[in-house]
């Protein structure tokens, strides 16, 4: 309060996780910063230290966009940044789903959906998807992993110190398992 700088409390504060390609991960990495906003043209940018002009010029570059400093915990800058930008790899490999199945042969008369050698392709991305989901119950330090089917999609939740935490939403359509 002292310093006129709005304290945002960040698990409080759902993030849309495009708001990863307002700042390189680099640069969050860096400085201790997740964007959190944008509104016209400022970034509302949650910091550890808000008084690091060099963060703020970083990002002002980097964004293109008016920032205005907002200061968390340690802690919480930490946990969103993981949430943030630690699905990148999972993104990416969904989306790579989504491209192969959009190119997928559409199957012969007989009702067969693949044809010999179609579910290779679909292989890669799907290991990627699951390595990527690994990986980040590595570094999250998860002691599991729970695959949620629903009706429409597959819910990703890890259990982090004795507590589920919910990671991400798998389209139900793409086949894990």
Do not use: C, W
């Amino acid at each position: 309060m002292q310093l006129g700088i709005e304290f945002v409390d960040l698990s409080k504060v759902d993030i849309d996780p495009k708001m990863s390609a307002a700042v390189p991960k680099t640069i969050v990495n860096k400085y201790g910063v997740v964007p959190v906003r944008v509104e016209k043209d400022a970034l509302y940018l949650a910091m550890k230290d808000p008084m690091n002009f060099m963060a703020v010029e970083e990002v002002k570059t980097a964004s293109r966009k008016r920032v205005i400093p907002m200061i968390s915990t340690s802690n919480s800058i930490d946990r969103a940044i993981m949430n943030l930008y630690g699905n990148e790899g999972v993104a990416k490999a969904i989306e790579e789903m989504r491209q192969t199945r959009a190119a997928e042969p559409v199957g012969e008369a007989s009702g067969n959906s693949l044809e010999i050698g179609a579910e290779d392709t679909l292989s890669a991305p799907t290991v990627r998807l699951v390595n990527s989901i690994i990986e980040r119950a590595v570094t999250e330090r998860a002691s599991d992993i729970h695959m949620e089917p629903r009706e429409s999609e597959m819910a990703i939740r890890m259990r982090i110190d004795g507590m589920l935490h919910f990671m991400l939403n798998v389209p139900g359509s793409f086949r894990l398992l």
